[in-house]
């Protein structure tokens, strides 16, 4: 049965896509418009089957084909592009509509990898057609395009795509000669907005439109917007490219014509996320020969675009009156190359992560300060915790023995920041002994002979690992700076410090983006499609945030923030000898090694075993296990192993002697290749008795 009636499935003209590939000779392979067949996209066999729509042209699931009378089941469908080789950049765009309920994502599957990588996702209903864009990389090795449609348990739900369109280039060019205009679109105005025009006519009242760039006659398409029924100061149109969805820094080049009778300005800007605009370029002041009657020449701009995060390119025009002329866009186009060679390199923000497993990395100490941060490493015991990043390595501490000084404080300095740039700083921090603990840390920036404060400590850390995220921006080269104070020895007790990273862009752009990784889970959001083994256990892992309900045994917060949620074994209700297993997802197998990390946590008197295991055709194969008590630490465990079919991943936790048995996991990370060989350590001091 069609999911939906054709006419409420496709937009009105101008955007209809009824032509949308006639005149387009540059379409790669993976393109589809559904007009006779699906083009070699298939359906995975173990999932439900879309439908190919003859009628309507477009392929479906819905909520409809669930015959389950109880409608306890979730309804999945997943779409299997032929297989595609593309050694240069690519833009896909995806006509898709979800009705009623549901949510579609776009993923690409590489040979040899477990698990695909996400492109692109939406749970957004819609009563008409919608375009969707992604870049694809270039890339070496094969690949296929993976559509997962999901529709709702609500009646009359439905996923469907109308067409899939994969062109050379990046998704932010366009010349406007297609219906779909490459997925830019209007922000609706009651007065002025953009419109697609052409030589030969358009909605213009009194003003000649230009013939277009791209083909210099007036058949060929642009974009424009007119004063004419501007009504109030400052009227704005806004016409906004599809996000970005990889990082990208080079050079954004596009032409415009522009009238000025009453006055307007044209600017561009970046926007992100959130919604914060940066600007990239403004018109130049008026001058007289842009805006002759006889001059019809098109004007080439070309600006530096850096977008680390996912952003949309803005082109605004703002009009003072209804005598504000027009303004005509054409041809945006995009190169990795900066627009100048003298254009300095995007600033790498990575020069300021350390997690002090070597050293010091690029931070040094300020001699004249009294107390020096000491980098020590705690091994594993049941008494005292260890660093953030394994359980068993390197952090800094201050304050950790008495002096004889009655008051002093430790300086940590950071590397030199660009200047002009948005940064998160993230970081881990433990407390011990303060009695009041606004002066036990503080975060700074300096920059030039100025200091501002920018975070400080307000609560305690209950001796856990705490994860900090602080958003600033440079107008200058800057430095951050870690200061811990004791004005008093009796107030004083110990900071430590593990695990700072910086990026570029504000702090939520980036928060939670590890989970959306292809085989990482941090449990912040749910299971991460891992499932309870209800046939063959005796209980099921538990989620949970904070300390375990039993006293000494279990985490007293996660490992991902201190904060969060971990998965854990509750012992109470269980016998000795008797197991949790928690199941991965099936995994697609490779003749490439595979690297397994993850973080537990086995504390107290009674803890029982860990295992982990990998099963396959019917088969178990151990590849690693703990058993007894290890640590009050989070410890960090690495397995390679290889696996040439399908097969899923068990973590498997066998209750111990009594009740102090809790055992927990958390940030499982499963990437393709051999793990990482241990870093090359410097002299550390080795402290387990630390005051």
Same mark, same amino acid.
């Given at each position: 049965?069609?999911?939906?009636?054709?006419?409420?499935?496709?937009?009105?003209?101008?955007?209809?896509?009824?032509?949308?590939?006639?005149? &387009?000779?540059?379409?790669?392979?993976?393109?589809?418009?559904?007009?006779?067949?699906?083009?070699?996209?298939?359906?995975?066999?173990?999932?439900?089957?879309?439908?190919?729509?003859?009628?309507?042209?477009?392929?479906?699931?819905?909520?409809?084909?669930?015959? $389950?009378?109880?409608?306890?089941?979730?309804?999945?469908?997943?779409?299997?592009?032929?297989?595609?080789?593309?050694?240069?950049?690519?833009?896909?765009?995806?006509?898709?509509?979800?009705?009623?309920?549901?949510?579609?994502?776009?993923?690409?599957?590489?040979?040899?990898?477990?698990? $695909?990588?996400?492109?692109?996702?939406?749970?957004?209903?819609?009563?008409?057609?919608?375009?969707? !864009?992604? $870049?694809?990389?270039?890339?070496?090795?094969?690949?296929?395009?993976?559509?997962?449609?999901?529709?709702?348990?609500?009646?009359?739900?439905?996923?469907?795509?109308?067409?899939?369109?994969?062109?050379?280039?990046?998704?932010?060019?366009?010349?406007?000669?297609?219906?779909?205009?490459?997925?830019?679109?209007?922000?609706?105005?009651?007065?002025?907005?953009?419109?697609?025009?052409?030589?030969?006519?358009?909605?213009?009242?009194?003003?000649?439109?230009?013939?277009?760039?791209?083909?210099?006659?007036?058949?060929?398409?642009?974009?424009?917007?007119?004063?004419?029924?501007?009504?109030?100061?400052?009227?704005?149109?806004?016409?906004?490219?599809?996000?970005?969805?990889?990082?990208?820094?080079?050079?954004?080049?596009?032409?415009?014509?522009?009238?000025?009778?009453?006055?307007?300005?044209?600017?561009?800007?970046?926007?992100?996320?959130?919604?914060?605009?940066?600007?990239?370029?403004?018109?130049?002041?008026?001058?007289?020969?842009?805006?002759?009657?006889?001059?019809?020449?098109?004007?080439?701009?070309?600006?530096?675009?850096?977008?680390?995060?996912?952003?949309?390119?803005?082109?605004?025009?703002?009009?003072?009156?209804?005598?504000?002329?027009?303004?005509?866009?054409?041809?945006?186009?995009?190169?990795?190359?900066?627009?100048?060679?003298?254009?300095?390199?995007?600033?790498?923000?990575?020069?300021?992560?350390?997690?002090?497993?070597?050293?010091?990395?690029?931070?040094?100490?300020?001699?004249?300060?009294?107390?020096?941060?000491?980098?020590?490493?705690?091994?594993?015991?049941?008494?005292?915790?260890? $660093? &953030?990043?394994?359980?068993?390595?390197?952090?800094?501490?201050?304050?950790?023995?008495?002096?004889?000084?009655?008051?002093?404080?430790?300086?940590?300095?950071?590397?030199?920041?660009?200047?002009?740039?948005?940064?998160?700083?993230?970081?881990?921090?433990?407390?011990?002994?303060?009695?009041? !603990?606004?002066?036990?840390?503080?975060?700074?920036?300096?920059?030039?002979?100025?200091?501002?404060?920018?975070?400080?400590?307000?609560?305690?850390?209950?001796?856990?690992?705490?994860?900090?995220?602080?958003?600033?921006?440079?107008?200058?080269?800057?430095?951050?700076?870690?200061?811990?104070?004791?004005?008093?020895?009796?107030?004083?007790?110990?900071?430590?410090?593990?695990?700072?990273?910086?990026?570029?862009?504000?702090?939520?752009?980036?928060?939670?983006?590890?989970?959306? *990784?292809?085989?990482?889970?941090?449990?912040?959001?749910?299971?991460?499609?891992?499932?309870?083994?209800?046939?063959?256990d005796a209980g099921d892992w538990e989620w949970r945030r904070g300390p375990t309900p039993t006293?000494?045994?279990?985490?007293?917060?996660?490992?991902?923030?201190?904060?969060?949620?971990?998965?854990?074994?509750?012992?109470?209700?269980?016998?000795?000898?008797?197991?949790?297993?928690?199941? !991965?997802?099936?995994?697609?197998?490779?003749?490439?090694?595979?690297?397994?990390?993850?973080?537990? &946590?086995?504390?107290?008197?009674?803890?029982?075993? *860990?295992?982990? &295991?990998?099963?396959?055709?019917?088969?178990?194969?151990?590849?690693?296990?703990?058993?007894?008590?290890?640590?009050?630490?989070? *410890?960090?465990?690495?397995?390679?192993?290889?696996?040439?079919?399908?097969?899923?991943?068990?973590?498997?936790?066998?209750?111990?002697?009594?009740?102090?048995?809790?055992?927990?996991?958390?940030?499982?990370?499963?990437?393709?290749?051999?793990?990482?060989?241990?870093?090359?350590?410097?002299?550390?001091?080795?402290?387990?008795?630390?005051?």
């Amino acid at each position: 049965m069609p999911v939906c009636v054709i006419h409420t499935c496709r937009p009105p003209a101008p955007l209809s896509f009824q032509a949308a590939i006639r005149a &387009h000779t540059a379409l790669l392979p993976g393109s589809c418009n559904f007009e006779a067949d699906t083009c070699g996209y298939t359906s995975d066999a173990d999932f439900t089957t879309w439908t190919l729509h003859e009628d309507g042209h477009f392929v479906a699931v819905d909520s409809d084909l669930n015959n $389950d009378s109880d409608k306890s089941t979730d309804v999945t469908g997943i779409l299997l592009s032929p297989v595609l080789e593309q050694s240069e950049w690519s833009c896909l765009r995806l006509v898709y509509q979800i009705s009623g309920s549901g949510s579609l994502q776009v993923l690409q599957r590489l040979e040899g990898q477990s698990f $695909d990588r996400p492109l692109w996702s939406s749970q957004e209903p819609s009563d008409s057609w919608v375009i969707a !864009s992604m $870049d694809l990389h270039n890339r070496t090795e094969p690949s296929r395009v993976v559509i997962e449609g999901k529709p709702g348990r609500m009646a009359g739900s439905s996923v469907a795509i109308f067409e899939i369109h994969i062109s050379p280039g990046y998704c932010l060019e366009c010349d406007y000669e297609e219906t779909h205009l490459c997925g830019y679109n209007n922000q609706w105005n009651a007065n002025v907005n953009w419109y697609v025009g052409s030589g030969g006519g358009g909605q213009l009242l009194h003003n000649n439109l230009p013939d277009d760039h791209t083909n210099n006659n007036k058949t060929g398409h642009f974009m424009y917007v007119d004063s004419i029924y501007s009504k109030t100061f400052k009227e704005v149109a806004k016409l906004v490219s599809p996000m970005t969805t990889v990082p990208m820094s080079g050079c954004l080049t596009f032409h415009y014509q522009r009238t000025d009778e009453g006055g307007n300005l044209f600017s561009v800007y970046t926007r992100d996320r959130l919604g914060q605009y940066q600007e990239l370029w403004r018109v130049e002041p008026r001058n007289t020969s842009e805006f002759s009657g006889t001059n019809r020449e098109w004007i080439p701009v070309q600006v530096d675009l850096r977008a680390p995060y996912s952003v949309q390119v803005v082109f605004e025009v703002a009009f003072n009156s209804p005598r504000g002329g027009h303004v005509a866009l054409d041809d945006i186009s995009f190169s990795p190359e900066f627009c100048s060679s003298d254009t300095e390199p995007t600033f790498d923000p990575s020069i300021a992560n350390c997690d002090f497993e070597s050293g010091f990395c690029q931070y040094t100490q300020d001699q004249k300060m009294g107390s020096l941060w000491r980098r020590v490493c705690v091994k594993p015991n049941i008494f005292r915790n260890g $660093d &953030h990043t394994s359980g068993a390595g390197n952090f800094l501490l201050a304050h950790s023995q008495l002096g004889t000084e009655s008051s002093y404080m430790s300086r940590l300095v950071g590397p030199t920041l660009a200047a002009n740039m948005k940064y998160c700083l993230r970081f881990y921090f433990t407390l011990r002994g303060f009695n009041h !603990s606004d002066q036990a840390l503080a975060v700074y920036l300096q920059q030039g002979s100025s200091q501002e404060k920018i975070w400080t400590q307000g609560e305690k850390s209950r001796g856990i690992w705490i994860a900090t995220d602080v958003t600033f921006h440079t107008s200058q080269p800057a430095k951050v700076v870690f200061i811990s104070t004791c004005k008093s020895l009796w107030d004083c007790g110990s900071v430590a410090l593990d695990d700072i990273s910086m990026s570029l862009g504000d702090c939520e752009l980036t928060t939670g983006m590890s989970s959306s *990784l292809p085989g990482w889970c941090d449990f912040e959001a749910g299971l991460c499609g891992y499932t309870q083994d209800k046939q063959s256990d005796a209980g099921d892992w538990e989620w949970r945030r904070g300390p375990t309900p039993t006293s000494f045994t279990g985490p007293r917060g996660d490992h991902t923030t201190g904060l969060g949620y971990y998965l854990y074994m509750e012992a109470s209700p269980m016998l000795p000898s008797q197991t949790v297993r928690l199941l !991965s997802r099936p995994l697609r197998g490779s003749r490439e090694p595979q690297c397994l990390c993850f973080y537990y &946590h086995m504390y107290g008197s009674g803890t029982g075993q *860990l295992s982990v &295991h990998l099963e396959k055709d019917g088969e178990d194969v151990l590849l690693w296990q703990r058993g007894g008590e290890q640590s009050v630490a989070w *410890l960090r465990a690495a397995v390679e192993y290889r696996s040439d079919g399908q097969h899923q991943i068990v973590f498997e936790a066998t209750r111990g002697s009594s009740v102090r048995s809790d055992i927990a996991i958390d940030d499982i990370i499963l990437e393709s290749g051999p793990c990482p060989a241990a870093e090359t350590k410097a002299p550390v001091e080795t402290f387990n008795d630390i005051e």
